[in-house]
């Protein structure tokens, strides 16, 4: 008689078991985002992750990597590369929201210029520009279009034909949004004149 062995589990590492118990709740998340600061090894899995939509927790990995970034932004530079290019690939807009704010974190510190600083290549700030305006343009919320307008407001301080292009979508879709979409656009708007 033939006997079947059961194949074995797939091991979730330990960081997939920690974003399996993550929730919206902002407690929750800071609490996963302690764990990886204190365990600075799950840093590179948690950048694989969140930009691997096919994995279920990719949305919570993002929300982890925001609140990471705001304590150790540098941790980001090894991996600026792959964080980059891979902007493109996040459809989701709950994966989108937390990385347009790392984004706005990284570009922000890139043009500070002091020992603290990321520093990105051209190659970087070009797929950062990119997925800005593809963020401010196609159907995200507006949590994500402010941080891409503020992400492109500084950007066009350095890309002389950006603030022109941001002014024209501003203007286009000022109408259309929100009260704080609309504050922010002023503000950026006054900014730029």
Not at 164 to 183: F, R
Request: aromatic share 10%; net charge neutral.
């Amino acid at each position: 008689m033939l006997e079947i062995t059961p194949k074995p589990k797939k091991m979730l590492s330990l960081l997939q078991e920690k974003l399996d118990y993550v929730s919206a709740y902002r407690e929750n998340r800071l609490k996963c985002a302690q764990d990886i600061l204190e365990n600075p090894s799950l840093f590179e899995e948690l950048i694989s992750i969140s930009f691997s939509p096919e994995n279920k927790n990719n949305h919570k990995a993002c929300w982890i990597l925001e609140f990471v970034s705001y304590e150790e932004l540098l941790w980001l530079q090894p991996h600026l590369d792959f964080f980059c290019s891979n902007l493109k690939i996040l459809k989701d807009e709950s994966s989108i929201r937390p990385i347009a704010k790392v984004v706005q974190l990284l570009v922000k510190s890139h043009y500070k210029k002091n020992e603290n600083s990321i520093a990105l290549s051209e190659q970087n700030l070009q797929d950062c520009i990119e997925a800005s305006f593809d963020w401010l343009i196609t159907d995200t919320k507006v949590a994500t279009k402010a941080y891409s307008i503020r992400t492109l407001f500084i950007l066009g301080n350095y890309y002389d034909w950006i603030h022109p292009e941001l002014k024209v979508i501003i203007d286009k879709d000022y109408a259309d949004h929100s009260a704080a979409y609309k504050a922010v656009a002023k503000e950026v708007l006054k900014k730029i004149k």
